[in-house]
């Protein structure tokens, strides 16, 4: 029987799953891809200074994606912990570690920022140098993403695994589900251990499938809610 704690939540997960996918077009494909120059740091660090109010709102999405995520994966415990207890805490703490690695994906955001500024310590380095530093930075923060992957990857494969089990979406779904989240638990650890790994795989190809998941998993809960033949 579910309950109606239960029914709530589903519906809170349904919308920060799709909120979170919302948050990282805009932080990524509004604000990143237009600022940060590939092999360029000259260039990325003139355009973050002429739009630095776009680059700190850059920032700022990265802390409301943390909350997001704090908030979805309270959700998901809720939904879960009747399915089996032990495996929703499993989840909980990986997808926890992984909002933690975007609050560094921001700090690092931030320490780029502030070698591009005018603070008093700053000149003791060269122009070119602080760039330089500066575009290292932004490097570490896509390093702290794909840190973060494996335990967003595990989070998605054990949910998919209750979601399997429970019945509470269509079990076609979960099974995608488990499938795309071990694909990218795959490709995340393989990509740590042999760095040119993504020449291979697109990196794109990495976390796609598991994000169509989560995207298709949003719209059920939005808009059906659990099955009531779901099973606890």
Known sequence: MVEITQRKAARVAGFTFLFA????????????????????????????????????????????????????LAALYVIFKPVNGNLALVATFCRLVFALMW???????????????????????????????ARLHLAA????????????????????????????????????GVISSAWCVFCAFTFIVFPHFDTVVNAYWFDSPMTIFEIATGFWLLFKGLSPSGTT
């Not at 077009?25 to 973050?48: C, Q, S």
């Not at 060269?126 to 330089?132: F, M």
């Not at 949910?159 to 079990?171: G, H, M, N, T, V």
Request: aromatic content about 14%.
């Open 21 to 72: 996918i919302g948050i990282v077009i805009l932080a990524n494909y509004g604000i990143n891809f237009r600022l940060i120059v590939p092999g360029n740091a000259v260039d990325t660090a003139k355009n973050i200074m002429a739009h630095e109010t776009l680059f700190r709102l850059n920032i700022a999405c990265n802390l409301i994606y943390v909350v997001n995520i704090v908030v979805l």
């Open 141 to 176: 923060s896509f390093d702290s993403y794909y840190v973060g992957l494996p335990f967003w990857a595990l989070a998605s494969s054990v949910c998919s695994y209750l979601w399997f089990k429970s019945k509470y979406i269509p079990r076609t779904l979960a099974v995608f």
């Open 103 to 133: 609050g560094v994906t921001a700090l690092n955001t931030l320490g780029a920022l502030r070698l591009l500024g005018n603070a008093a310590y700053l000149p003791v380095f060269k122009d070119d140098q602080l760039q330089t530093l």
